[in-house]
């Protein structure tokens, strides 16, 4: 049995009968949705490299309702302490009170295959003044708490409640913004889908596309990458920032 990191190049020695070293023919190795050419070895012998993860298909799912359960996933950072946690089987990364900034990691294990996902998430902000707002974000988190700007050195969807706008970061330059009514987050939980593939990254928000097509430019995963949210309210908003229903599917789960 071998094993190796989802970047690819482990060599994998194949074992059988009747291989062949014919000119002009090749043998594959097969990994899933991906192939690569074996190197003859012997007659029972061939020898292959393995594809990256992302090229042979491979893939993750992970869905968090922060029911009854700490969800061994999550890690959650606030100031002031305890403002970010899983309660009443919802995620809440600030309360009802001004000055708060909350954030929640989730860990996903091997996250090779993130050169295509589709994150889902419900999110309110609600029950005061109104919030800054909040971010998903993806790369290099840091193990503190953030607020509605995020980490710009990933990736990072913001929805500024307070400013009613839709920013899409990505190393640490504004790919997209785009004026949007997010009034709605605070009268329900409401829907938002964030997507990566070939075309780009895209944003819907109730349904509705916010950004559509932004190019990643030089989109390289690293399997150090996490995925995160966080949430802010400021010396005048109160809402409390709550996060349900995630849902995160990459690779060919995905595609």
Do not use: K
Not at 2 to 31: I, K, N, Q
Not at 193 to 215: H, K, R, Y
């Amino acid at each position: 049995v071998s094993s190796g990191p989802s970047s690819g190049g482990t060599m994998v020695t194949v074992h059988g009968t009747g291989f062949t070293d014919m000119a002009r023919v090749e043998t594959l190795c097969a990994f899933s949705e991906g192939v690569a050419v074996a190197s003859y070895i012997d007659e029972t012998r061939v020898r292959c490299v393995s594809p990256s993860g992302s090229a042979a298909g491979s893939s993750a799912v992970l869905s968090l309702d922060f029911g009854t359960n700490y969800p061994e996933q999550l890690q959650t950072y606030g100031h002031p302490p305890g403002c970010a946690r899983a309660i009443d089987g919802v995620l809440q990364l600030t309360a009802g009170d001004y000055g708060q900034t909350g954030s929640a990691i989730v860990q996903m294990g091997d996250l090779g295959s993130l050169s295509a996902f589709v994150a889902e998430f419900d999110v309110y902000i609600g029950g005061g003044l109104g919030g800054e707002g909040l971010s998903f974000n993806v790369g290099v988190l840091p193990p503190t708490h953030f607020g509605e700007r995020g980490s710009r050195s990933g990736v990072s969807v913001q929805l500024l409640f307070a400013a009613q706008l839709v920013e899409v970061w990505y190393g640490n330059a504004l790919l997209a913004r785009s004026s949007f009514d997010l009034d709605q987050l605070a009268q329900r939980f409401t829907h938002v889908m964030v997507t990566v593939n070939s075309d780009g990254l895209s944003v819907e928000v109730g349904g509705v596309a916010a950004v559509v097509n932004a190019t990643l430019v030089g989109w390289s995963p690293a399997d150090s990458w996490r995925m995160g949210f966080g949430a802010r309210t400021g010396a005048t908003q109160n809402s409390v920032h709550l996060v349900d229903n995630v849902l995160i599917r990459t690779g060919s789960a995905y595609q």
